[in-house]
Every structure is written in C-alpha cells, then in structure tokens.
C-alpha cells in the first residue's frame, strides 16, 4: 500500500530563514501532490497542487517541488514569519472517479522563531 | 463564499446516545467528504459522497452512517459510538474529480468526546 512519509515532525527554524519540508511516498507516484496548512483545533487549509508533469509550483512566499525519480515533494517558505508557524500536511492525491482521494502524510510541525 | 460549515463545535456523547454531525457548504461542490483526525496525526477519510451518492467507505465501523440529503449538506449520523471513537471529526468539499485535480476545502471541525 501507498506510504507517505514526511521527514520532520517538528522543525525550529529562525525568523527570515527559509523552512524546507520533505515529504516522501513509497510505490507508484501519485497523479498530483498536495500541500495544506493546518492550525490547532481548525481545518486544514489549501495552499498548493503539483501535478506529476511539472517540476516546481510557486505562489507567493511558497514553492513546492515534485521529482517522481526521487518518489519526493519538497516545500519551501522563504523570509519566514513567525505567523508561519503552523503543521504542514502533504498529501497525495490517489486518484479515484468519485471525488479526489487524499492520503495525508503525517505532518510537519514548523515553529518560527522572531 | 468558500466557507464550509460545521455544527456543533464541540459535542460529547454517551456510548448508548445517538447523534449527528451537520455539514454545510454553498460553493455548489458536488463531492463531500468525512474525516477523522486524532491528536497530532494526520486526518484520515471515512466517506466520500460525489453527486449526493456514497462513493468511497473506507472500511468505517456501521456506528458511523454517512447520510447527503442534498448537494449542500452532509451528516454523520452516530450511535453506539466507543471512547476510542473521541476526536476531531472534519468534513470537506471540492469540485468533482473528472474535470481534473481540486483542492479540498475543510470546515473548522467538530471535536466529540465519547464517555
């Protein structure tokens, strides 16, 4: 079965810097890639989609890479804030014809430091 | 609007009571979904209902019984339920699959705690 793996469960980084997350998947490679932002005791917020044709995605502060040879998206936050602090999900799109099927990794737990 | 709503906020519940968790969104999506999330891990699905038919059951227990009386609403009806049932339950929406990949968006959650 599909397996998700993100590297981190927490990750101190200081105010500025730029905070990069790791998310790993076993077997076949997903069709697309999602990351969400997740604070405590709310739902998880949609940032960005990679799908498996484009190596890179940008919106803003974030970038997201996918590299279906490393089985590997990575997520960047540069100039962080500390109102970035936040646990971030990736999650894999498993792609069913009823709806889209996310399978969420575990999560990283980014804390920014001013 | 592009705000999924969610009631009760919090609910707690006996293991013999039967209740229900309510499930709104006006972004005309016709996919829902339900999700069970645990302290610190990630959410986990239970149901997806596209075109207010139930597509996808993961092996939920018959305790938990999905029910999308239009395209605007999703319920989870709950009866019998067990401690270890206790957590933050998240319901999603999002534009249906075969018109390609979409984000899902995600209510604030009902926290229900099992006694």
Known sequence: ??????????????????????????????????????????GPVFLLLIRENEKEKRKERLKVTFDTTLKQSLFHITASQPADSATYLCALDMTQNAGNMLTFGGGTRLMVKP | ?????????????????????????????RAMYWYKQKAKKPPELMFVYSYEKLSINESVPSRFSPECPNSSLLNLHLHALQPEDSALYLCASSRYKEEGPYEQYFGPGTRLTVT
């Open chain 1, 1 to 42: 079965s599909q397996k998700i793996e993100q590297n981190s469960e927490a990750l101190n980084i200081q105010e500025g810097k730029t905070a990069t997350l790791t998310c790993n998947y076993t077997n076949y490679s997903p069709a697309y890639l999602q990351w969400y932002r997740q604070d405590p005791g709310r």
């Open chain 2, 1 to 29: 609007d592009t705000e999924v709503t969610q009631t009760p906020k919090h609910l707690v519940m006996g293991m013999t009571n039967k209740k229900s968790l309510k499930c709104e969104q006006h972004m005309g999506h």
